[in-house]
Every structure is written in C-alpha cells, then in structure tokens.
C-alpha cells in the first residue's frame, strides 16, 4: 500500500512538472556556437572601442563631470545604434548597476552569479554562448575593470573625488557601480542574436 501510494505521488509530481515546464530549447549547432563567439568578440571590441574613445574624449576635454553626463546621455544610443547595425541587442549589465537601464534579465542575472562563482574560485573568466529560446541566442562576456574606469568605478576619497561622486549620484540615485579595483569584475557584456 506504501509503495502505492509512492508511486501515485511520483506520478504526481512528473505529471505536475511536465504540465507546468516550458518546452525544450533547440541546442545550438557548433556552427552556431562558432558564429555567434566570432560575432559577440567583434561586436563588444568594435562597441568597447567606440564606447571608450567617445568617453576618452568626454573625459579630456570636460574631466569627469563630462564623461558621466556623456554616458548618461549617449551610452544607451550608441549602442543601440551599433545593435541595429548588426542586427543584434547590445547590453552591458551587472548585479551594481549605476543605470537602471541596464537591469540583467533572469538569464544574465544568471551568468553574473555564475561568472562572480568562477572568480571566487580562482578559474579564468571566459565569454560563454548559450540558446535562450528557439529563436535567440546569447554571447556573455566578462566585463573587468581596467585602471581609466577607476574615477568613476572607483572608491570615493581614493580613485575617485567626492565632487565627481556628487555628479555620478546627481545623474544615477540609486548608484551601485563604485568600489571597484583595477581588474575587479565589474559585470559583462550581453550581445543577443536571432538564430
């Protein structure tokens, strides 16, 4: 009679499972996986390198101040711009966000939890590509710290002057994005493809 009723109760919960489970995702080709590591490492070099030269030149020319009220007016419409361009969604995302904008989905927030675990345990960050549904596809890079990034990522009072602070906190509120070190992760990069 236990095993009976054991065995009603598996059936149960499989039933309750299969019902309520989303359907399989399509796995991704090696071709597919091949063309979307290539595309996401051109696309996040190509956006990286337009990003910083256009905050390198905010920066010389107005110092901090110029380069946090560049980002909060054109990092969003220049990467739109260039995802249109590869006919792609471009992102840059962390669990410290500065711009709200930039909130992680469920997906990325998963590969931050995931890529902050291998860093805590010593193993080298890598991009990853995975299928998040039939019909789209995701490259997630690491995104580090590097030493230009350290006046506004920074620790206030150290890498960072209180009045620049004052600005960043005028601009984003609910800022989170501070603290950082040179070479810290400070979140990645989410390039999405149709497939």
Not at 72 to 95: C, E, F, H, Q, Y
Not at 130 to 136: C, G, R
């Amino acid at each position: 009679m236990k095993s009976g009723l054991t065995l009603l109760l598996f059936f149960g919960i499989f039933l309750t499972i299969q019902c309520t489970s989303t359907p399989d995702k399509k796995p991704l080709t090696d071709i597919e996986k091949e063309k979307f590591m290539r595309d996401g490492k051109n696309i996040t070099l190509i956006t990286f390198s337009t990003l910083s030269a256009r905050l390198g030149k905010a920066m010389t020319e107005e110092g901090v101040q110029g380069a946090v009220s560049y980002c909060n007016v054109a990092a969003l419409p220049l990467t739109d711009s260039l995802a249109g361009l590869n006919n792609v969604k471009i992102k840059r995302t962390s669990l410290q966000l500065r711009n709200p904008a930039n909130a992680p989905t469920e997906a990325e927030k998963t590969m931050l939890f995931a890529f902050q675990a291998q860093e805590k345990a010593g193993t080298d960050l890598v991009p990853v590509v995975q299928a998040l549904s039939n019909e789209e596809a995701a490259f997630f890079a690491p995104i580090r710290l590097i030493d230009a990034c350290q006046k506004c990522h920074g620790t206030v009072g150290e890498t960072m002057e209180a009045s620049d602070y004052a600005t960043i906190q005028s601009l984003y509120p609910d800022d989170k994005a501070t603290g950082f070190k040179t070479g810290d992760l400070r979140g990645m990069w989410s390039i999405t493809f149709r497939r």
